[in-house]
């Protein structure tokens, strides 16, 4: 069946520091994928996304990657701040309109 | 805040008794939809709509629950005969066209006693 999720459920981090966290996908039939930031109490946050013709898409401190290959998709945060601390879920969309989710990364950002 | 607003945040209800939420778009947006969370997992699609037409619903969605959006502006979400399973945040997005960002509401946290 379709399903996205992620390889590492923490990943602890010094400020300052690139953070790295990883998706993989089973679903091939995803036109696009999005990162999303969820901090506790809140609803996900839009970071970045990247259509499935991409390798490659950079925003402000964030670069994502995805390689069909592998079916593989990360997100680089460069220079991590304490206010990037938060869950991380990738989630891959299609014609179908509806985004499938993956289980979640905590990012612990240390002081 | 033009976000995407839900009602109420919180919901602690007896098993048995029905519960509806409320959500509220971005008001240029045309599609809305409805997420389940439990915790520590990602966000389970529930069902969609276009406008005012549902377009698909998830096999998640049992009889039990029932989504309306009558004018294609606001929606509710209904569940009727609430199990503790349904313990849960309800999260809504809403987006302007197929394949665009979905922006998330804050979401409505039940708690099925």
């Known amino acids: 069946g379709e399903s996205v999720g992620l390889h590492l459920p923490t990943l602890s981090v010094q400020e300052g520091d690139n953070s790295i966290i990883n998706c993989a996908y089973s679903?091939?039939?995803?036109?696009?994928f999005i990162w999303y930031k969820q901090e506790s109490g809140k609803g996900p946050q839009f970071i970045i996304d990247i259509r499935s013709n991409m390798d490659k898409r950079q925003g402000q401190r964030v670069t994502v990657l995805l390689n069909k290959t592998v079916k593989h998709l990360s997100l680089q945060i460069a220079a991590t701040q304490p206010g990037d601390s938060a869950v991380y879920f990738c989630?891959?969309?299609?014609?179908?309109?509806?985004?499938?989710f993956g289980t979640g990364t905590l990012l612990a950002v240390q002081p | 805040d033009t976000g995407v607003s839900q009602d109420p945040r919180h919901k602690i209800t007896k098993r048995g008794q029905n519960v509806t939420f409320r959500c509220d778009p971005i008001?240029?947006?045309?599609?809305l939809y409805w997420y389940r969370q439990t915790l520590g997992q990602g966000p389970e699609f529930l069902t969609y709509?276009?406008?005012?037409?549902?377009?698909?619903k998830s096999r998640l969605l049992s009889d039990r629950f029932s989504a309306e959006r009558p004018k294609g502006s606001f929606s509710t979400l209904e569940i009727q005969r609430t199990e503790q399973g349904d313990s849960a945040m309800y999260l809504c997005?809403?987006?302007?066209?197929?394949?665009?960002?979905?922006?998330f509401g804050p979401g409505t946290r039940l708690t099925v006693l």
């Open positions: 997005a809403s987006s302007l066209y197929a394949g665009n960002e979905q922006f």
């Open positions: 679903n091939s039939a995803s036109d696009y």
């Open positions: 989630a891959g969309g299609g014609a179908t309109n509806k985004l499938i």
């Open positions: 008001s240029e947006h045309n599609r």
């Open positions: 709509f276009q406008n005012e037409a549902q377009l698909e």
